[in-house]
């Protein structure tokens, strides 16, 4: 269980959440990608205080197919800077977090 990730991160819109989830997905560097619902982020950036409209990803992988999620991440992501945070699943369902680990680590060994 310690080898399961979820990792979270923001996108500008809709449309660039679902594209980079489906992308995610269908490279099997994550087994599942929640989209959620809009929330306002704020935060500095440059000297000003940013207040944005994002919509944000809970992405499920293994901490073995983690270097290839982020850079799908880096690569996809509008974002200069986007953010990316991995937090390590301490216990779960074990019967979801096998497949977890057969939809991603499985997959990127094929």
């Not at 440059?46 to 901490?63: A, D």
């Not at 390590?88 to 990127?108: I, K």
Request: proline share 7%; glycine share 2%.
């Amino acid at each position: 269980m310690r080898d399961v990730l979820l990792v979270i991160t923001n996108l500008p819109d809709r449309a660039a959440a679902e594209r980079i989830a489906e992308a995610l997905v269908t490279q099997g560097v994550a087994a599942c990608v929640n989209i959620l619902a809009e929330c306002t982020s704020i935060y500095p950036w440059e000297g000003k205080l940013e207040r944005v409209s994002e919509v944000p990803l809970l992405i499920k992988t293994m901490r073995s197919t983690y270097p290839q999620l982020e850079a799908a991440l880096r690569k996809l992501h509008p974002y200069e800077m986007p953010e990316i945070i991995a937090l390590p699943v301490s216990a779960g369902l074990p019967e979801f977090l096998n497949w977890v680990a057969l939809e991603t680590t499985a997959r990127n060994q094929a």
